[in-house]
C-alpha cells in the first residue's frame, strides 16, 4: 500500500512538473509582462528598466524557481482580457465546466450499466446487435458534429431546446454559480451533455460488456451457479462486482479525459466554462489565462486519479493489504 | 512474387475476409474514398486552391437538387464560394494525409520508444511508461492542444503565414506526439513476451549487440499487434485533426480538411446552410467508421480468442 | 432402481456443437450411486469425466447441451427440470466442490457473503440462523475461529484453507451428493491427503455420496468403493475399486494401473500407454482405445464394444468377452 501510495504521489508529482515546465515556457515566451502591465505607449528606455525590475533579465533556472513559487501562492499573473488575476478568472468558471461534466458522466454511468450489462449476458440476443452497433458508430462521430447534429435537430429544426449559453443562473453561498437550480438552467444543459457524454457513453458500453463477458468466464461465477444462486444474484454481485474493478481504472481515466473534450463541447455551445475561455486565451495570447487553465487542470487530473485510487480501493479488498498488482 | 500471390490468394486470412460482408464492404468503400481523396486535382470539378476560381457572389448556394442550386456546384458552396464537393474532395486528401502521416510518426516513436522501455527494463522503462501513463489520463486531444498551443508560441505570433504554410507538418507532429503511448504500451508488453523466449538468449549468448537484437530480432515478432492498432489509430488521428481544426489550431480556412470544412458550416448553421457542414461531416463520420470496423474487424481476426467468448 | 439408490445416469450423452459440426463429448454413460456411497470417476483429461459431473447439475457450458439420457436424482430426472427447478437442487441436495480453490471463491467478497447466501438461497432463515449454519460447517472442516473467518476475504487464506472453505460451503445444506471435480490436484502434496481425509471423513459421518472425479487412480482408490474407468467419452470399465484395482479387466485400465509409480519397482521406466487419447473431432471408429491396445482384434476397428458383466465389474471390451466366451 504504502509503495503504491509513493508511486501514485510520483505520478503527480511529474505531471505538475511537465506543467509547470510547460506553463513557464509559454509565459517566458509569449508573455510580455511589459505590456500587460505598462500597455503599448511606454518608451524603449521605461521597458527595460521595468524589465530590470521584475527579473526578466535574470537567469532561467532563477526566474523558473521564482514562476513556481509565485505560482504555488496562487500568483499566476493578471489576464489582461479580463483585468483580473488570471486564477480567479478561471476558477469563476470553473462550476460551469463542472457542472457540465457532472451531469455528462451521469448520463454514462446511467445509461452504460444497464446497457453493457445486459449486452454481456445476452450476446447473441437482437437488442445486445443494436446496442453493439449504434455503440461503434458513436465512437466514430466526434464529439463537436454530435453537438452540431444535436443543435440542428433540437434547436434549428424542432425548436425545443436551447443551442447556447447556461440560461438562468444561481449563485450558491460561497459564489458556486450553478444553471440546475432552475428550469431554465436544465434545458440548457441537455444538449452540452449529452454532446459530452457521446464519446465516452460507446467506450463504457463495449468496456463494461468486454470485461463482464470475461468473468462470466470465470470458476467462481461457475461455482456460484453450482450454489444454486439466483440469477440476478449471479450477474449483479458476483459479476458485477468483480467487473468494477478494471471499469473503474479504465472508466476512471476516460472520466478524467472528458475535460479535454469540454473545449470542443462548450466552443459549440458557447457554454462559458474553463474551455471555453482557454480557447479565447489561446485566440488572444492571453499567456496568465492560458497558464492558470493549464494548472488547474492539473490539479484536477491529480485530484482525479486520487479520487478513482480510492474509489478502486474500496471495491478491492486485495489493494488494502497488498497495493494494486 | 507470383508465389507470394497465390499463398495470399489461398490464405485463411483471404478465406475469412471475404466471407465477412461488412469487412468487405469497408474496404471498398474505403478504397473508394481514398482513391478520390488523391485523385482531387483530376476529379474535382473547380480547383479550390485557385482564389481566381471562385467568387463571393456564388456563397452559400444550396446543392443542386435544391430550389436555389445551381448544376454548376453539385452539392452547392461554401461561404466564400467555392465548390463544395471539390473542397471535400482537397479535403478528405489533407485529412488522410495527416492522419497516416501522423500514424506513421506515432508508430515509430512508439515502436522505438515501447521497445527501449521492454528491452532495457527498470528506470528507463518506469519513466517512459509514467510517461506514457501521464499522456494517456490526460487524453491524447488534450495533449494535442498543449502541444500545439506550445508549437505557436515557439513560432511566434507573427509567424502566422508561415504556421498556415506548415499546417500539415504541424499537424503531424502534433498528434503524432500526442498519440504514440498507445503503441508504446502495446509493443512493450510484447517485447517483455518475446524477452523471455529462447532466441533472444541465444543472441546474447553469442554476443550480439542490444541493438541489433532489438531491431532485428525482436522488433519483427512485435509489429502484428502494431498493425492493429495502427488500423484504429489512423481513424483517431483523423478525428484529432478534425477536432483541431474546429477548434481553430488546425488546418486554415483558406485550406480545406474535413474538420475546417465542419467549423467554417457550423456558422451558417442557423441561417440555413445546413449543407456546408453536414456533407463534409457525413464524409468524416464514413471514413471513421469504416477504418474502426475493419480495425475491429482485423483484431477480432488476428486474436481468435475473443471469437470463442461469444 | 432400489430405494437405496440416490443417483442413476442413463444413458447420458453429451454434444457441443461447435462452428465445424456437432462432436458427442459423452457416449451413452450409464452408472448409478448409492446413498452414501463414493464413487470414483478415473480417466485422462479429455475424456468426459468432468462433462459427465458436471451434466449431473446441468452445468456444462455453452456450446454443449446434454443430447440424450436421464439423470435420475431421487425420483425425479434433473435433465427435465425447469432451470428454476434444477436451481433450488443445486448446492441443496447436490453440492460441488471444483478443482482450483484459488479460483472458486469471489475474491471481493467475504467469506461469510459467498457462505450466507448460500444458505439464504435455499432456506429462509434470518441473516442470525444463516450465520450459525456457516460457522457450525466451518467447525466441521477444522477451521479454527469460524466468526472471525467469516469476515476475512478469500486471499487471506492458504490454498488448503480454501478449499475447505469450499467444502465447507458444498456442506452448507446438508446435500445428498457431492460433485468433487479433481478436488485435490491443484494442492501440494501434504495437503492433498488432508483434504482427501477430510472428504472421505465428512462422507462417512453424514452418509453422504460422493462422486470423484480424478485422473489419479491412487487417490481415487483410497476413497471409493466403487469406480468407472473413462476413456474418449465411453465408460469402459466399472465396478468395485478393489476388484478393479486388483485384477484390472479393460487393457486401458491395466495400462493406467501399470503406469502407476509402484513402490515394488524402484528401478526400471514407469509403464506408459503408448499414443494420446484421441481428441474430440477425431475419435476413431469401432473401439475408441484400439489404435493404442496391446491385445487389439481386426473387430476392434469396427465394431463399438458394449458394457458386460464379467465377474463382479462390467467391462467393454472385445478381447474380455471374446475370452469369457471361449
Not at chain 2, 467549423?263 to 456533407?279: C, D, L, M, P, Q
Amino acid at each position: 500500500m504504502f509503495a503504491f501510495f509513493i508511486r501514485r504521489a510520483g505520478q503527480a508529482a511529474l505531471v505538475m512538473v511537465v506543467i509547470s515546465l510547460v506553463c513557464f515556457a509559454v509565459q517566458h515566451k509569449i508573455g510580455d509582462p511589459i505590456r500587460d502591465l505598462a500597455g503599448e505607449s511606454v518608451s524603449e528606455a521605461e521597458r527595460q528598466l521595468l524589465r530590470e525590475k521584475l527579473g526578466l533579465s535574470d537567469p532561467l533556472p532563477k526566474q523558473y524557481i521564482r514562476f513556481v513559487t509565485n505560482a504555488a501562492r496562487g500568483d499566476l499573473g493578471i489576464s489582461y482580457m479580463f483585468g483580473k488575476p488570471a486564477l480567479d478568472v478561471i476558477l469563476q468558471k470553473f462550476p460551469a465546466t463542472a457542472e457540465l461534466v457532472f451531469c455528462a458522466v451521469i448520463w454514462v454511468l446511467v445509461l452504460s450499466l444497464p446497457m453493457g450489462i445486459y449486452a454481456a449476458i445476452r450476446p447473441k440476443s437482437v437488442l445486445t446487435r443494436i446496442i453493439m452497433g449504434v455503440s461503434i458508430v458513436g465512437v466514430s462521430i466526434p464529439v463537436f458534429l454530435i453537438a452540431i447534429i444535436l443543435i440542428w435537430i433540437f434547436s434549428v429544426y424542432l425548436g425545443w431546446l436551447p443551442s447556447f449559453g447556461r440560461g438562468d443562473t444561481i449563485v450558491l453561498p460561497g459564489g458556486w454559480t450553478t444553471g440546475l437550480a432552475t428550469w431554465d438552467g436544465i434545458r440548457h444543459m441537455v444538449l452540452p451533455s449529452i454532446s459530452l457524454a457521446s464519446l465516452t457513453l460507446p467506450l463504457f458500453v463495449r468496456l463494461i460488456r468486454s470485461e463482464m463477458m470475461e468473468v462470466l468466464q470465470s470458476e467462481f461465477v461457475k461455482f456460484a451457479y453450482a450454489k444454486g444462486l439466483p440469477l440476478w444474484r449471479i450477474y449483479l454481485v458476483h459479476a458485477f462486482k468483480n467487473t468494477l474493478l478494471p471499469v473503474i481504472t479504465v472508466g476512471g481515466v476516460r472520466i478524467g479525459t472528458m475535460l479535454a473534450f469540454t473545449i470542443l463541447t462548450e466552443t459549440v455551445f458557447q457554454w462559458q466554462g474553463m474551455g471555453f475561455i482557454f480557447l479565447q486565451a489561446v485566440e488572444r495570447a492571453d499567456t496568465s489565462l492560458l497558464v492558470a487553465y493549464l494548472v488547474v487542470v492539473g490539479l484536477i487530473f491529480v485530484g482525479v486519479n486520487t479520487v478513482v485510487d480510492l474509489v478502486y480501493g474500496l471495491v478491492n479488498p486485495m489493494v488494502r493489504v497488498t497495493g494494486r498488482k | 512474387m507470383l508465389a507470394k500471390w497465390t499463398a495470399f490468394k489461398n490464405s485463411w486470412f483471404l478465406y475469412r475476409f471475404l466471407r465477412d460482408p461488412v469487412a468487405v464492404s469497408c474496404t471498398v468503400v474505403l478504397f473508394v474514398m481514398v482513391a478520390a481523396a488523391f485523385l482531387a486535382p483530376v476529379i474535382a470539378p473547380h480547383d479550390v486552391y485557385d482564389a481566381s476560381n471562385t467568387d463571393i457572389l456564388d456563397a452559400r448556394t444550396a446543392p443542386m437538387w435544391l430550389e436555389d442550386g445551381s448544376s454548376n456546384f453539385i452539392l452547392g458552396t461554401d461561404q466564400q464560394g467555392r465548390d463544395l464537393l471539390s473542397a471535400m474532395l482537397y479535403g478528405m486528401r489533407t485529412s488522410i494525409i495527416i492522419g497516416l502521416g501522423a500514424t506513421i510518426l506515432q508508430c515509430v516513436i512508439g515502436v522505438v520508444l515501447g521497445l527501449t522501455a521492454g528491452y532495457a527494463g527498470g528506470k528507463t522503462d518506469a519513466f517512459l511508461m509514467r510517461m506514457a501513463d501521464v499522456q494517456l489520463s490526460f487524453s491524447t486531444l488534450m495533449v494535442a492542444i498543449i502541444i500545439s498551443v506550445l508549437v505557436d508560441v515557439l513560432l511566434g505570433r507573427h509567424a502566422l503565414a508561415l504556421r498556415e504554410q506548415m499546417a500539415v507538418p504541424i499537424l503531424v507532429l502534433v498528434i503524432g506526439l500526442a498519440e504514440w503511448p498507445q503503441v508504446a504500451r502495446t509493443v512493450r508488453a510484447s517485447v517483455l513476451g518475446e524477452k523471455k523466449k529462447e532466441y533472444v538468449e541465444a543472441a546474447r549468448v553469442i554476443g550480439l549487440p542490444p541493438l541489433r537484437i532489438m531491431f532485428k530480432h525482436i522488433m519483427p515478432n512485435t509489429l502484428s499487434p502494431v498493425l492493429v492498432i495502427a488500423t484504429v489509430q489512423v481513424a483517431g488521428a483523423i478525428m484529432s485533426e478534425a477536432a483541431l481544426s474546429f477548434l481553430g489550431l488546425g488546418m486554415p480556412v483558406t485550406r480545406p480538411s474535413l474538420g475546417s470544412l465542419i467549423k467554417t458550416g457550423f456558422e451558417y448553421i442557423f441561417s440555413g446552410a445546413w449543407w456546408i457542414t453536414a456533407f463534409p461531416g457525413i464524409t468524416l463520420v464514413v471514413l471513421i467508421l469504416v477504418i474502426n470496423l475493419l480495425g475491429d474487424w482485423l483484431r477480432d481476426f488476428l486474436n481468435p480468442k475473443l471469437y470463442k467468448k461469444g | 432402481m432400489t430405494p437405496e439408490t440416490l443417483l442413476q445416469v442413463k444413458d447420458l450423452e453429451v454434444t457441443f456443437a461447435l462452428r465445424s459440426g456437432k462432436y458427442q463429448a459423452v457416449k451413452g454413460v450409464t452408472f448409478d450411486v448409492a446413498k452414501g456411497e463414493r464413487l470414483g470417476l478415473v480417466g485422462e483429461s479429455g475424456a468426459g469425466k468432468s462433462i459427465t459431473g458436471f451434466s449431473i447439475i446441468n452445468l456444462i457450458s455453452q456450446p454443449g447441451y446434454i443430447s440424450g439420457g436421464q439423470v435420475l436424482f431421487e425420483g425425479r430426472d434433473l435433465s427435465k427440470l425447469s432451470p428454476e427447478e434444477m436451481r433450488s437442487i443445486r448446492g441443496d441436495r447436490v453440492a460441488m466442490i471444483f478443482q482450483d480453490p484459488m479460483m472458486t471463491l469471489n475474491p471481493v467478497l467475504t467469506i461469510g457473503q459467498q457462505m450466507l447466501e448460500t444458505v439464504r438461497a435455499h432456506r429462509n432463515v434470518s441473516g442470525d440462523e444463516a450465520r450459525a449454519i456457516a460457522m457450525d460447517k466451518l467447525a466441521k472442516v477444522h477451521i479454527s475461529s469460524p466468526e472471525r473467518r467469516l469476515k476475512q476475504y478469500p486471499h487471506e487464506f492458504s490454498g488448503g484453507m480454501r478449499q475447505r472453505i469450499v467444502i465447507a460451503i458444498s456442506l452448507l445444506s446438508d446435500p445428498a451428493l457431492i460433485i468433487a471435480d479433481e478436488p485435490s490436484t491443484a494442492l501440494d502434496v501434504t495437503i492433498q491427503a488432508e483434504i482427501m481425509e477430510l472428504l472421505l471423513e465428512l462422507c462417512e459421518s453424514d452418509r453422504m455420496g460422493l462422486i470423484l472425479i480424478s485422473h489419479d487412480l491412487g487417490v481415487v482408490s483410497q476413497v471409493t468403493q466403487r469406480m468407472a474407468i473413462m476413456y474418449a467419452g465411453y465408460i469402459v470399465e466399472v465396478g468395485p475399486t478393489a476388484e478393479i484395482i486388483t485384477n484390472p479387466s479393460h487393457p486401458y485400465t491395466q495400462g493406467l494401473l501399470a503406469a502407476l509409480p509402484g513402490l515394488q519397482k524402484r528401478r526400471g521406466r514407469l509403464n506408459q500407454i503408448p499414443g494420446v487419447m484421441p481428441g474430440l473431432t477425431s475419435i476413431p471408429p469401432g473401439c475408441p482405445f484400439h489404435p493404442r491396445c496391446q491385445s487389439v482384434m481386426p473387430v476392434c476397428s469396427e465394431k463399438i464394444p458394449a458394457l458386460c458383466d464379467h465377474g463382479a465389474v462390467r467391462v467393454a471390451c472385445h478381447a474380455v468377452t471374446q475370452e469369457a466366451r471361449s
